[in-house]
């Protein structure tokens, strides 16, 4: 003797274990090329002031990527170390249409 299963009924099989099964596959692993662990985005502003003449900001997740902006006069400033004076403010150049300084 031979049943005939409906194909609605088979849908609703296939539905309800996909629903049944979906908190388990949303928590796997993924295998393969996928990192084990995502890497959290870089949470920086652009640097700007608001009350302030000379802010200081991050561009990058590289410490040596640190500048102090004059919000008055544009002027840029890297944040450098070096072994003799320690710490100080290296200025940033860049030229105007005319190729100066």
Known sequence: MRHRVSRGLIVLLVA???LALSPLIAHAQGFGLS???AQPEPQFRV???SGGRYVFGQISDSSKDQF???TLTGRLWRIAESGEIGIYL???PYRD???KC
């Open 90 to 92: 290296r200025p940033v």
């Open 35 to 37: 990192p084990s662990n």
């Open 16 to 18: 309800s274990c996909f």
């Open 97 to 99: 249409r005319k190729g």
């Open 47 to 49: 640097l700007s002031s």
């Open 68 to 70: 102090m902006l004059d």
